[in-house]
């Protein structure tokens, strides 16, 4: 059980690193420039191109589809929609780049006017394909082309989201240790990688501590939320790192049954709480409900 007391502990361990500044991320959108940063989080949307997803909700059955379902979430308040054409889960089908490109350009090209569009892959021919047809933030999942991906987002001046890996891609199953202190990994992981890209021209860094990934030694569904929500609770301690964080908040079927759809939100408090700059959801709606009550109710 969360208490208060753990909660005040976990401050008074570590309260100092909200002293350390985050340089915000300032992204040209159809309607207007996008902070991420401190102040209000942002959403990011997304919209599964891949039968394999596990979140149905999401899954658009082709590229007219996910520019449908990415029109009613920017309407619902995402003011980025990340795509991807590629499940990540350990049983889902291998999509190849050209497949990706077919699935991924349309969908871009049709959202593009409507929000900033993020492009999730680990292949470079993928992300020139999308940016060239208007996305503006790179979800990068992989560590195999990392110099040929971050040299592609300082050419079309994207953003970058570096997702937390050490593999050639996510598709390759690692495990992390959840009974450690998860932050001086991530902090150890990311601090050399920010550093590579800007000196690779990309300054625009986001980082993501990778808690929607799977995980081999996470498969028990109580390890893996308890896990997951150790790290939401403390996105705070990765301020030292000077860019902002992004987590996708789970949904823990086996926690929530049937009312799953509502975890997100569940999650996302936390997330706030824990000093997390962008989430990304697949329940936009109500995710956006869930923090504005926290906006308007003066926790944050």
Request: include cysteine; aromatic fraction near 6%; glycine fraction near 8%.
């Amino acid at each position: 059980m969360i208490t208060l007391p753990d909660l005040a502990a976990l401050q008074n361990d570590h309260g100092a690193a909200w002293d350390s500044p985050v340089a915000p991320v300032v992204l040209d959108g159809p309607r207007g420039p996008v902070t991420i940063g401190d102040g209000p989080v942002t959403l990011m949307g997304c919209v599964n191109l891949s039968r394999d997803s596990t979140y149905r909700e999401s899954v658009a059955i082709s590229p007219a589809d996910a520019v449908r379902l990415g029109r009613v979430q920017a309407a619902q308040g995402a003011a980025l929609i990340d795509l991807g054409a590629e499940s990540s889960n350990a049983t889902a089908a291998r999509v190849d780049a050209d497949e990706q490109v077919a699935r991924l350009v349309p969908a871009v090209e049709g959202l593009a006017q409507e929000a900033i569009v993020s492009v999730e892959t680990y292949e470079p021919a993928v992300v020139r394909a999308c940016l060239d047809a208007g996305a503006r933030v790179l979800n990068m999942t992989g560590r195999e082309h990392e110099d040929e991906m971050l040299a592609l987002a300082a050419e079309y001046d994207a953003a970058v989201v570096l997702c937390f890996g050490t593999t050639s891609n996510v598709r390759e199953i690692t495990d992390v240790p959840p009974d450690a202190d998860p932050i001086p990994v991530l902090l150890d992981h990311f601090a050399p990688r920010i550093a590579h890209a800007r000196s690779l021209g990309v300054d625009k860094v986001v980082v993501d501590p990778g808690m929607g990934f799977y995980y081999g030694n996470l498969v028990d569904p109580l390890t893996r939320a308890r896990h997951q929500t150790r790290v939401l609770a403390q996105g705070f301690r990765l301020r030292p790192l000077g860019v902002p964080v992004c987590n996708a908040v789970p949904h823990s079927f086996d926690v929530f049954g049937d009312e799953f759809r509502k975890g997100e939100g569940f999650y996302a408090v936390f997330a706030t709480l824990g000093g997390t700059h962008l989430v990304r959801t697949h329940e936009v709606a109500h995710l956006r409900a869930v923090l504005r009550g926290i906006t308007e109710l003066g926790v944050r």
